[in-house]
């Protein structure tokens, strides 16, 4: 839509304001002038109409420029005001958009999900003048990846090369796209690319892209293919191997438990290639090693990191003590963690929880609480994850008294619980015998929002009618009634039965149809 332009109308002025020469005073300065005051009988004259403004003055329209655009643009929070703005904008006399306003709002329109005005919004673009750099297809295509669009993601890699600046994709973009493919397991889409990329443009692979390969050939568990790729590299001039080529290699040998492989290509790495390891390619061993049992091995890494002059990170002591507490070694994680604390480590909300849930399987809940206080005490904020598990814990010793407490106060102290919180406590509650609880957590859920499993609610249903308390279980019923709950009909018969044994068929029919107008 063409902007309007405001247009002031001229006010014509009085005589008297003609021809008087005072200054134009406006309403709320004459009201306020101390010779203004009127005696009740007098009626105030109005004020004298200033004189129009020069043609020159006048207001008119603000022009939207490019950054005008983009920021408008970047504003909403409706795609479809959006893409009103950006029309609006080239109606504009002299206006045409460029790479930077369609990039805003295709990126805008992508995380909206509005796929089909994007490739209306495309065809567009192949009928401007301009041609468009690559940032503005790089960062849509990992959005429409993680949309699980990767087929789209591709057909728009291959339609906008023509639209470029440079009608051949760089290895950047080669690489993001190839990349995103391979997160989203598109392995097939992956090897079309690359197939496309060596024919029609004849781009030669460099380091990212052969690492990225290696990634792919190892998620699909072909480590075979992944070590021809890098005996490719080994002779190439384009592409050599680096950290990340063997820390991905040795991390597929290690999935597959090849964990003789994988050290044995870790030495060959420092001899032959003499590419010297990091952290993180250490953690890929200390890993591995864990995560089979041989923890005392991964313990050896670290003695050998700091041989070498690597210092191992917060990372490396949580992914062993993580070995540790998996094998129910929970003094040595415990010495670990202490280790950790004494060189200066920040120590993070993963790792405390990692040690509170090793300590409160051993059956030292106590213990995991005061570490929970420990870690609140040092700033470091327990979340809903920690406070799972210190839940389940507290559940399996059946102190449900204390996990009740936790679930009643935890709100309190701006701690936002999930519904996985309640039902781990309710579902112990239930399959403990202990209905009074479970009846009262019910309500404590159904007041704050979250709804029980749905077996769950129907077994409670269930055994309230069998014990007899009818009304309890007609007041839960209203309950998950409100919240979507439809009972199943073994349920609803048992119900029904109860209730009209105890003649409240008004209650029944009040029920049902609350039931099925919540439906």
């Known amino acids: 839509m063409r902007p309007q332009y405001l247009k002031r109308k001229p006010a014509t002025p009085t005589a008297a304001a003609a021809s008087s020469s005072l200054q134009w005073i406006s309403p709320l300065q004459y009201l306020k002038s101390p010779t203004s005051n009127p005696s009740p009988t007098t009626t105030p004259l109005p004020p004298p109409t200033p004189p129009p403004p020069p043609e020159s003055s006048r207001r008119r329209s603000r022009y939207i420029s ?55 919004l495309f065809h567009r673009m192949s009928f401007e003048p301009c041609r468009f750099h690559e940032p503005i297809f790089l960062r849509l295509i990992p959005l429409l990846c993680r949309a699980s669009l990767p087929d789209k993601a591709l057909h728009i890699f291959r339609s906008t090369i023509p639209l470029l600046v440079r009608c051949k994709p760089s290895l950047k973009a080669l690489a993001t796209c190839l990349d995103s493919l391979v997160e989203s397991q598109r392995f097939e889409l992956a090897q079309e690319l690359l197939s496309d990329a060596r024919s029609r443009f004849s781009i030669v692979p460099n380091t990212c892209v052969c690492n990225i390969l290696v990634k792919h050939h190892c998620r699909r568990g072909d480590t075979t293919a992944a070590f021809r790729i890098l005996d490719e590299m080994r002779t190439s ?40 390891p990091d952290p993180l390619t250490y953690n890929v061993l200390i890993d591995g090693f864990c995560r089979s049992g041989q923890v005392d091995r991964a313990r050896k890494l670290f003695a050998f990191m700091r041989n070498n002059d690597c210092e191992p990170n917060m990372y490396n002591y949580a992914t062993l003590m993580n070995g540790y507490c998996r094998g129910g070694r929970v003094e040595e994680a415990k010495e670990l963690f202490v280790e950790m604390g004494n060189i200066g480590l920040e120590i ?49 010793v059946e102190k449900f008294q204390e996990a009740m407490g936790l679930l009643e106060c935890l ?32 309500g404590l859920m159904l007041g704050r929002g979250f709804m029980p499993h749905f077996v769950t609610s129907n077994k409670l249903l269930l055994q309230l009618c069998e014990i007899g308390r009818v009304a309890d279980a007609t007041i839960a019923l209203y309950g998950l009634a409100e919240m979507g709950f439809m009972p199943e009909v073994a349920t609803w018969a048992k119900f029904v039965e109860c209730v ?17 107008t919540e439906q």
């Open 411 to 442: 709100p309190y102290e701006g701690l936002r619980l999930n519904v996985a919180s309640y039902r781990i406590v309710l579902n112990s509650l239930f399959a403990q015998g202990e209905i009074e609880k479970a009846v009262g957590l019910l």
């Open 500 to 516: 009209c044994g105890e003649r409240k068929f008004k209650k029944v029919i009040e029920l049902l149809d609350s039931i099925i």
């Open 66 to 120: 490019h950054a005008d655009a983009i920021r408008l643009i970047n504003r909403q929070t409706d795609p479809q005001r959006a893409l009103d703005l950006f029309n609006s904008a080239a109606s504009q006399p002299g206006f045409a958009h460029n790479h930077t306003t369609y990039s805003a709002l295709l990126l805008k329109l992508a995380r909206h999900r509005r796929f089909a005005a994007i490739d209306a």
């Open 237 to 276: 001039e384009s592409a050599k191997p680096n950290l990340i080529t063997y820390s991905t290699l040795m991390g597929g040998l290690c999935r597959e438990g090849k964990l003789k492989d994988a050290f044995e290509l870790f030495e060959e790495m420092i001899d032959r290639d003499k590419i010297v």
């Open 348 to 396: 993070d909300a993963v790792t405390y929880t990692t040690l509170i849930g090793c300590i409160c399987r051993e059956g030292r809940v106590d213990e995991g609480i005061e570490l929970v206080k420990e870690m609140r005490k040092k700033g470091c904020k327990a979340d809903v994850v920690t406070y799972n598990v210190v839940l389940r814990e507290l559940c399996k």
